[in-house]
């Protein structure tokens, strides 16, 4: 699930990762936490941040209450895009 507040920021000095902060709850204790995932390549990267930046408009619209239909790749986790969302 992805928050859609969240914003990814590029990690300084790196083009192969990302940074965020968002709330865990992980141990049990709410609270802010740092997150970062770094990439072998620089392609990755950018595909990456595109299908969160995707997937975060998905959610926005679904806690809004509106239905998505979604673009997926031929993986079960390859979430390619949003292509259209309604009201419910």
């Not at 192969?16 to 390549?41: I, N, P």
């Not at 239909?69 to 009201?87: A, K, N, Q, T, Y």
Request: glycine share 6%.
């Amino acid at each position: 699930m992805v928050d859609p507040r969240i914003v990814m920021q590029p990690n300084v000095g790196s083009d192969r990762s990302w940074v965020w902060t968002a709330y865990d709850y992980a141990e049990g204790d709410l609270h802010e936490e740092v997150f970062a995932l770094k990439f072998g390549k620089p392609q990755d990267a950018e595909e990456f941040k595109a299908a969160f930046d995707e997937a975060k408009k998905a959610m926005k619209a679904f806690v809004a209450g509106k239905k998505c239909l979604l673009l997926w790749g031929e993986e079960p986790s390859s979430f390619l895009s949003v292509i259209d969302c309604r009201p419910s």
